[in-house]
């Protein structure tokens, strides 16, 4: 199986029935038991590992990839439960692409579209709700609030928005970019469920709050950023203050959104505007500290052309155009029952990110 192969071998905690959690790595679609190593492979999550830094992170690689080279059993994906792979610490969310910045301003702030004036300075982002992450496969309970004045009930916007989280590792303050790798461990996938009517209506002027909280979704497998390609970060106008600098690494990462089983939008990661070291940066720029178990999501992935959009407030013109599935009907924005998936892999296919699943229900 093409993705999980011996050059990626992400990380992830599953259990058998019965069974307790254990740490494993995923080789094609078989998980690999770490249990038996001993030390950091011995704990029901990735937080020890993830605290002991850069050095150890490759020195425990190296022992799992002669320990999958020994031939050790291995259990079938679909025979195990797989779950959160880390406790998450704090959880951060950025807005750092411009296709999508630039589509959701001409949505919600018609009268004035175009870049907020600080976008290309900063890395604008919100603080988000970890107790409300969520492991891939768990069901999405429709939210309810304030759907406009005098208006209580379930949300009828409910949307996704593709993203790649970052995990800490590695605690710190004042994190400059250079540092990025010595702090951040992995990948995953995110789905930051959102419900437009709750937030067009509460948002202003102190950003997301209920619209998002109620539930984030991240893929169960964590990829090494060691096994992650780095290209070249997009040129940024104006140049960032020395803080933001030098960028740090991107990385060209191909996500695939399914609705039901149709493939609705294809996110390019490579066109995010500010990168996962700036946000880093820019996260602890103020002394905040980072701690092991934060996750902080790059905000919607949005390429520039419509079959590029992370989000379906953005596909179906806020529910204005309805995308036709393959089975002949039609979405605005998502009915309970529904399914949505997120898969990425690296552009040149060799390394899989797994996939961040949901469904909605009432
Ligand atoms: O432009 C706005 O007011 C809000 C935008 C979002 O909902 C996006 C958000 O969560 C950040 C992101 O994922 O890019
Ligand atoms: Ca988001
Ligand atoms: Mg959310």
């Known amino acids: 199986m093409t993705g999980y192969g011996l050059d990626n071998l992400p990380y992830g905690v599953f259990s058998v029935p019965q069974g307790e959690r254990r740490l494993g790595v995923r080789l094609g679609n078989e998980v690999v038991d770490l249990s038996g190593l001993g030390g950091y492979f011995a704990a029901p999550s990735l937080n020890p590992l993830m605290a002991a830094g850069r050095p150890e992170w490759t020195a425990a690689r190296e022992a799992v990839l002669d320990y999958v080279a020994s031939g050790p059993p291995t259990t079938p994906l679909h025979a195990v439960t797989l779950h959160l792979p880390f406790d998450v610490a704090d959880y951060t969310d950025f807005y750092s692409s411009e296709a999508h910045a630039l589509n959701v301003g001409r949505i919600l702030r018609p009268?004035?579209?175009?870049?907020?004036?600080?976008?290309?300075?900063?890395?604008?982002?919100?603080?988000?709700?970890?107790?409300?992450?969520?492991?891939?496969?768990?069901?999405?309970?429709?939210?309810?609030?304030?759907?406009?004045?005098?208006?209580?009930?379930?949300?009828?916007?409910?949307?996704?928005?593709?993203?790649?989280?970052?995990?800490?590792?590695?605690?710190?303050?004042?994190?400059?970019?250079?540092?990025?790798?010595?702090?951040?461990?992995?990948?995953?996938?995110?789905?930051?469920?959102?419900?437009?009517?709750?937030?067009?209506?509460?948002?202003?002027?102190?950003?997301?709050?209920?619209?998002k909280s109620f539930a984030t979704s991240v893929s169960p497998w964590v990829v090494p950023l060691?096994?992650?390609?780095?290209?070249?970060?997009?040129?940024?106008?104006?140049?960032?203050?020395?803080?933001?600098?030098?960028?740090?690494?991107a990385y060209d990462l191909k996500l695939s959104i399914s609705w039901n089983g149709t493939v609705v939008s294809s996110p390019p990661f490579a066109s995010m505007y500010w990168t996962a070291a700036q946000q880093l940066a820019h996260l602890t720029s103020n002394g905040a500290s980072v701690r092991t178990g934060d996750l902080y999501a790059s905000g919607t992935v949005s390429g520039p052309s419509p079959d590029q959009v992370g989000s379906f407030l953005e596909l179906t013109a806020n529910g204005a155009s309805p995308v036709t599935l393959a089975d002949g009907s039609q979405r605005g924005f998502l009915l309970d029952g529904d399914e949505v998936v997120i898969s990425a892999t690296s552009a040149d296919g060799k390394i899989g990110l797994g996939s961040v699943s949901g469904i909605v229900v009432g």
């Open 111 to 211: 009268s004035s579209p175009g870049l907020p004036p600080q976008w290309r300075h900063l890395p604008i982002g919100y603080h988000g709700r970890s107790s409300t992450v969520v492991v891939s496969g768990t069901p999405i309970r429709r939210p309810y609030g304030q759907l406009g004045a005098g208006s209580y009930g379930a949300t009828r916007r409910l949307d996704i928005e593709a993203e790649v989280g970052f995990v800490v590792g590695v605690p710190g303050r004042r994190v400059t970019t250079g540092a990025f790798e010595d702090h951040v461990f992995g990948v995953v996938l995110v789905n930051d469920w959102s419900a437009r009517d709750l937030q067009a209506w509460e948002y202003r002027p102190l950003g997301p709050f209920l619209a």
């Open 226 to 249: 060691s096994v992650l390609a780095p290209v070249p970060a997009p040129a940024q106008d104006p140049e960032p203050l020395d803080y933001l600098r030098p960028a740090g690494p």
